[in-house]
């Protein structure tokens, strides 16, 4: 079985400082991860993904990602937050045999200016 | 623009009626999958189907029913609607062959049973 826990519901970091998200996966077979990132009011968007290629993974916006295997996480970083990274951002690890995806229950980014 | 596209952004229903939430894919994907969205609980899968006329339970199908009669629509049916299926829910579709790019997104639907 595949499951995702993302750590803090809400995570509030100034503009300019360092984003932190964090994402634990569990998987029995080699996982496929991904960010995702939800405007309000709209659906979600591909930040980046991990497909077994380079652990270090850059995606849109300025936002990367590492898979670490020894510790199960694959936690989203951006160096310098910007007001319009508030959002809702969602990891989630996939089912390899229907590309079925699970979700993690999300983490609100505020920017405080 | 590849795109996936709900038919509605707001519904409000009554309950007991019976409601249509329709998805359009325009990108050939084999896989498309009906989640509902509820604050703290994240995306959970309601149904999926990898070709036409296939469908398969998630992990909360009760009280719902999917129909895809052709590859490009899938469409999430609640029989009875309830008030507590008010919910945001979101369509997605994904390529079943080759490299793995993960799901496209509807901008989902709002439904609120009253």
């Known amino acids: 079985a595949q499951s995702v826990t993302q750590l803090g519901s809400h995570v509030s970091v100034s503009e300019g400082a360092l984003v932190l998200l964090r994402c634990n996966y569990s998987s029995s077979v080699p996982p496929y991860l991904f960010w995702y990132v939800q405007y309000p009011n709209q659906g979600l968007q591909l930040l980046l993904k991990?497909?077994?290629?380079?652990?270090l993974v850059k995606g849109i916006n300025g936002f990367e990602a590492e898979f670490k295997k020894s510790e199960t996480s694959f936690h989203l970083t951006k160096p310098s937050a910007h007001m319009s990274d508030a959002a809702e951002y969602f990891c989630a690890v996939s089912d390899q045999s229907f590309n079925k995806f699970y979700f993690g229950s999300g983490t609100k980014l505020n920017v405080k200016p | 623009d590849v795109k996936v596209t709900q038919s509605s952004r707001y519904l409000v229903k009554r309950t007991g009626e019976k409601v249509f939430l329709e998805c359009v894919q325009d990108?050939?994907?084999?896989?498309m999958f009906w989640y509902r969205q509820d604050p703290g609980l994240g995306l959970r899968l309601i149904y999926f189907?990898?070709?036409?006329?296939?469908?398969e339970k998630g992990d909360i199908p009760e009280g719902y029913s999917v129909s895809r009669e052709k590859k490009e629509r899938f469409s999430l049916i609640l029989e009875s609607a309830s008030t507590n299926q008010t919910s945001m829910y979101l369509c997605a579709s994904s390529s079943g062959t080759g490299e793995y790019y993960g799901y496209t997104f509807g901008s989902g639907t709002r439904l609120t049973v009253v």
């Open positions: 189907s990898y070709d036409v006329k296939m469908k």
């Open positions: 990108m050939d994907h084999e896989n």
């Open positions: 991990y497909t077994s290629a380079a652990t």
